[in-house]
């Protein structure tokens, strides 16, 4: 069944599915939807076998093939590094296989190799919204700690083969988009009509947890294999102000960014649970499974430095504590993604105040309906993003904040993972 499945994927070189094969793009969305959020087993069986629906990320741009060009035409642009991701179905199809498939190995000896070869550092992300859908079905993704043991094979795998290629790692791509679609693209998990909100959010916080162990393992590992290596964690980072001069929004807004992104790196980059978490747990009948062995292996390796997505932030308002509103202080986009360049710097100052730990911008971008015209694309609005946010970031270079690099969103072609559509541009 799983050969038939891939044949009809388009899968090539024994890769298996994974969420990224079962994002359809509807004739009719709406660009303020997102895919991943209530996904159902049935939802699964049923995109797998669906040879008629648009799904983009089964064709992709064809990087698998054109990266030589693609990589040379970024070396042409000035780039000095490249960040990318494994694919956990390419190199174990099931998740559960003893051992790797050699042939996605090889394709990735191919693109590092070629990587370091145009004088570009490879920034390796371990997970990015991507896990076999066998372990989906299986064990209902991230929830069971089964996945912390086949998960920590893959990457023991690729640390040990790459530790002389790939200096700086990431192990799991925005570990805070946990909610809404997130749930579902980052943790694996299934919707499920007779759980209730708590038990759902029991899921998703044991997910949460079972990902800090993996985490940990991880770090434990390549710095006990070779003490060079340097193992990041990651945020989608989104800062949120008050709505008004009322302190009650403020505080809100800051709660709910606690909430929302800070208690992952705090986890992360400190080894323990904050006390505000705990209460949050409590008040809202979240039980997790922990043991003192896994919270000892957390507190004990931490990451080396945090990675970040950053393009919008957005306001809170007391009256409704849990909801991000648009700034309509701030110009959007037609995805109502705020252009706030003074943004960017507050995470700069935010971050580093709080944890001292070197920084990496893992995605900036303007996403957007570019317009070709004569075989050009007249991109101002792009430019003013982008050296707006830079010339923010220079900022924070000035108060010595220890920056390791900065990468945009995206330099080729992608297919948005929100709503799987490509006409959502970003360069």
Request: glycine share 8%; aromatic share 14%.
């Amino acid at each position: 069944m799983l050969q038939t499945r891939q044949r009809v994927l388009g899968i090539i070189d024994g890769r298996g599915p994974s969420q990224a094969d079962i994002m359809l793009l509807p004739e009719k969305y709406s660009r303020l939807g997102s895919f991943g959020a209530n996904v159902t087993s049935q939802d699964i069986i049923r995109a797998l076998n669906d040879k008629q629906g648009n799904y983009p990320r089964r064709r992709g741009i064809d990087f698998y093939h054109t990266y030589p060009e693609d990589l040379e035409l970024m070396r042409r642009m000035g780039f000095k590094c490249f960040r990318t991701s494994f694919s956990w179905s390419r190199i174990f199809p099931n998740g559960d296989e003893t051992e790797p498939n050699e042939k996605g190995l090889v394709f990735y000896d191919k693109l590092i190799d070629k990587m370091l070869e145009l004088g570009m550092e490879p920034i390796m992300t371990i997970s990015h919204y991507e896990m076999p859908i066998n372990l989906i079905l299986k064990y209902g993704g991230w929830q069971d700690k089964k996945i912390i043991s086949l998960f920590y094979r893959f990457a023991q795998t690729l640390l040990k083969r790459y530790q002389h290629k790939v200096k700086y790692w990431i192990v799991f791509n925005q570990i805070n988009d946990v909610y809404d679609w997130g749930e579902f693209a980052g943790l694996g998990i299934l919707k499920n009509k007779t759980d209730d909100s708590r038990t759902n959010m029991s899921k998703k916080f044991q997910a949460v947890h079972n990902q800090f162990v993996a985490n940990a393992m991880i770090v434990k590992y390549a710095h006990e294999m070779n003490s060079s290596l340097k193992i990041g964690g990651m945020l989608g980072m989104t800062p949120l102000y008050g709505a008004s001069s009322n302190p009650k929004d403020a505080a809100a807004a800051y709660y709910l960014w606690r909430i929302h992104d800070l208690f992952f790196s705090d986890v992360l980059s400190t080894g323990s649970y904050p006390g505000y978490m705990l209460r949050y747990f409590s008040e809202n009948n979240v039980s997790i499974d922990t043991t003192p062995a896994e919270l000892d292996l957390i507190k004990s390796n931490t990451i080396d430095y945090l990675s970040f997505s950053y393009y919008y932030s957005a306001i809170v308002d007391h009256r409704h504590p849990y909801t991000v509103i648009p700034n309509p202080s701030l110009k959007k986009s037609i995805w109502c993604w705020a252009d706030d360049p003074v943004g960017f710097r507050y995470v700069f100052d935010v971050l580093w105040d709080r944890y001292h730990l070197p920084l990496f911008v893992a995605e900036n971008g303007l996403g957007a309906v570019d317009k070709i015209e004569n075989g050009e694309i007249n991109g101002s609005y792009r430019i003013s993003y982008l050296s707006e946010h830079i010339k923010r970031m220079k900022e924070a270079l000035k108060d010595g904040v220890d920056i390791l690099g900065y990468a945009s969103w995206g330099p080729i072609d992608i297919v948005s993972y929100s709503q799987a559509e490509m006409s959502k541009r970003y360069g």
